[in-house]
């Protein structure tokens, strides 16, 4: 087998829930990227959720249910991806003890 094959069928598949992991701490930090988005961009139409939910008390009369539920709407997403990705990172805790 040449090493394509080897990595195809050997290392990526051990490597999936390292990955998975990876993948749902990388969506996690740019879904909730504050700073950054505040910083360069230059419309309010180019803000992320949570830059908007910031400034949602700023820009209407301080009303805390709707933070609320714009914090509540921004969890969704990040459950569905974990929802998706679970299984694999349980995989991960499961095969790390076998040693």
């Avoid at 051990?14 to 950054?36: E, H, K, R, V, Y």
């Avoid at 419309?43 to 249910?65: F, K």
């Amino acid at each position: 087998a040449g090493e394509l094959k080897i990595f195809v069928r050997i290392i990526l598949p051990l490597c999936g829930p390292a990955l998975a992991t990876l993948g749902i701490l990388t969506f996690l930090g740019s879904w909730n990227s504050f700073l950054w988005p505040l910083i360069l961009a230059s419309d309010e139409r180019n803000y992320t959720l949570s830059v908007g939910v910031a400034l949602l008390n700023q820009q209407i009369a301080t009303n805390p249910a709707l933070q609320m539920a714009g914090a509540a709407v921004m969890v969704v997403p990040i459950l569905v991806v974990f929802i998706v990705f679970q299984r694999y990172v349980v995989q991960g805790f499961a095969l790390s003890g076998l040693k």
